[in-house]
T-cell receptor
Framework: GAVVSQHPSWVICKSGTSVKIECRSL??????MFWYRQFPKQSLMLMAT?????????EQGVEKDKFLINHASLTLSTLTVTSAHPEDSSFYIC?????????????FGQGTRLTVV | GDSVTQMEGPVTLSEEAFLTINCTYT??????LFWYVQYPGEGLQLLLK?????DKGSNKGFEATYRKETTSFHLEKGSVQVSDSAVYFC????????????FGTGTRLKVLA
């Protein structure tokens, strides 16, 4: 099946610094990628939808200036958490949409656990 | 808005026991329904799906039936194994073409040998 790779798997950063998370589709081109956030014991919440070559569409309540999303190519989207604070500590997961082989599915990365200290 | 409600865990079962994880949804139109599984330290993997009413999705001994009349998509397995221990997420995909997924809170399953 299609593989989505996320990097890093975990990261610890100091408060006030910025962190970049990469999401790559390894064996297919993804015109659309999605970024989710998962708080402990809660579900995944969609943060934004990213289309290649255009600005991301953010869900209500998500600060676009804090969570910068870039989708510069059909295989890579990045999420940058700017000026991170402890409340940004969470599990971030991306998914990429494919229409390979007639399938119309979204595949998920393994997630990135961010801890801000 | 659309939503998914999933039974809270954790669920602890003995090996070979019967598993049911309840999932109900609220949606306008006709969403597609999914079960995803997340093993420790890994991302989400699609377990099964159903795209229209009365469809039954099945995979690895798990199955779920899309019940429009009860707006449910309960996950079942007749005999669980230790290797089934994971977090299970019920989700719907809005029919609008945006490819937006709405997830339940996840249910942690622990199977004891």
């Amino acid at each position: 099946g299609a593989v989505v790779s996320q990097h890093p798997s975990w990261v610890i950063c100091k408060s006030g610094t910025s962190v970049k998370i990469e999401c790559r589709s390894l064996d297919f081109q993804a015109t659309t990628m999605f970024w989710y956030r998962q708080f402990p014991k809660q579900s995944l919440m969609l943060m934004a939808t990213s289309n290649e070559g255009s600005k991301a569409t953010y869900e209500q309540g998500v600060e676009k200036d804090k969570f910068l999303i870039n989708h510069a190519s059909l295989t890579l989207s990045t999420l940058t958490v700017t000026s991170a604070h402890p409340e940004d500590s969470s599990f971030y997961i991306c998914s990429a949409r494919t229409q390979l082989g007639g399938k119309n599915e979204a595949f998920f990365g393994q997630g990135t656990r961010l801890t801000v200290v | 808005g659309d939503s998914v409600t999933q039974m809270e865990g954790p669920v602890t079962l003995s090996e070979e026991a019967f598993l049911t994880i309840n999932c109900t949804y609220t949606a306008t139109g006709y969403p597609s329904l999914f079960w995803y599984v997340q093993y420790p330290g890994e991302g989400l993997q699609l377990l099964l799906k159903a795209t229209k009413a009365d469809d039954k999705g099945s995979n690895k001994g798990f199955e779920a039936t899309y019940r429009k009349e009860t707006t449910s998509f309960h996950l079942e397995k007749g005999s669980v194994q230790v290797s089934d221990s994971a977090v299970y997420f019920c989700a719907l995909r809005e029919p609008s073409g945006t490819y937006k997924y709405i997830f339940g809170t996840g249910t942690r399953l622990k199977v004891l040998a």
